[in-house]
């Protein structure tokens, strides 16, 4: 079976990988023509624009950074729009607005053609080791038909709901992810300005009800100062404000995700846009006038 992939970065290229691995074959396409070689040197073809994917696969799965891109991917000049056959489908895994999901479904579905949102959790190493889990809104009938395919990237494919369903799990997954990391940065930073090893607390807590696999992520990575993404502050920030822009549409009141979203700003006006999300512990630090190490 050939399969579409567009949008090859740190998420993207590892989970087509996978699919080359479980035997489909590829034809992808990205703005990084280098990620394509790299594609192309595996075994995949290389499309010049999304209509020409369209026009040679009949399921393509997105993989981009933000809903723009998948708009203009899917219903813009040259987009899949343009080439896609009745009956066709998109399987968007990118993080995007709920909303957008629906709209770009919509569009598509004019033209006959089916899309499940189907937004991943796990970041690069379970990309890398496909153990993902994804999360699908959409028909039930095509989810079904299409999760074979989709457990070849993942440890988990659920089915949450109708269109955008999806994109509301990730906006849930987003908000647990991003209070983990300030919890485990004030942790660390109150123990090290305490005097108190923060890898031996690490060490301490980490089997305990404290323990998370946000914690064994990213709490190494802030005590060895790497902050290599990963998941960039930069998407991030785009989750909040889909996770706020949500919020404020159904009438629920966020505190905590409200609060983070502003420690994020002012990691970014630090110029760590680009670092991984774990740099919010670069805010704690600051304001305690400290830096952790093991
Ligand atoms: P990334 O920035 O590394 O990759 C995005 C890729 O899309 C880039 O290679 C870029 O060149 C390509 N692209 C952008 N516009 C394009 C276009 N018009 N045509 C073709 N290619 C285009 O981002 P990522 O970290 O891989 O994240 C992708 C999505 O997955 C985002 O929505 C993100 O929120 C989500 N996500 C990321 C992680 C993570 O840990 N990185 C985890 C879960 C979900």
Request: include cysteine.
């Amino acid at each position: 079976m050939k399969i579409g992939f567009i949008g090859l970065g740190i998420m993207g290229k590892p989970m087509a990988k996978n699919l080359l691995k479980a035997g489909y074959e590829l034809i992808v396409l990205d703005l990084n023509k280098i990620a394509v070689e790299e594609l192309v040197s595996l075994g995949a073809e290389s499309a010049e624009t999304a209509a020409e994917i369209a026009e040679k696969t009949n399921t393509f799965i997105t993989m981009l950074p933000n809903s723009p891109h998948v708009k203009e991917v899917a219903l813009g000049k040259s987009g899949l729009i343009e080439g896609a056959k009745h009956g066709s489908l998109l399987i968007d895994m990118s993080s995007i607005a709920p909303l957008a999901s629906r709209e770009i479904a919509e569009a598509l579905a004019t033209k006959g053609i089916e899309m499940l949102d189907a937004p991943v959790s796990g970041g690069e190493p379970k990309a890398i080791n496909g153990t993902i889990a994804v999360m699908v809104g959409g028909k039930k009938e095509v989810f079904d038909s299409n999760y074979e395919l989709m457990m070849a990237m993942a440890a988990s494919v659920v089915y949450v709901g109708e269109i955008g369903a999806g994109n509301i799990a990730k906006l849930c997954n987003q908000i647990v992810v991003a209070l983990n990391i300030a919890a485990v940065s004030e942790a660390l930073v109150l123990a090290q300005k305490a005097g108190v090893s923060p890898g031996l607390v690490y060490q301490a807590i980490r089997g305990g009800l404290a323990g998370s696999t946000v914690m064994d992520a990213k709490a190494p990575m802030m005590m060895d100062r790497n902050f290599n993404p990963g998941f960039k502050i930069d998407l991030h920030i785009k989750d909040m404000t889909n996770i706020l822009e949500t919020s404020r549409s159904v009438g629920v009141p966020l505190p905590l995700a409200s609060q983070v979203m502003q420690i994020m700003l002012a990691v970014k006006q630090d110029g760590c846009g680009v670092e991984d999300h774990s740099s919010i512990v670069k805010f704690y630090e600051k304001m305690a006038n400290i830096e952790i190490s093991r």
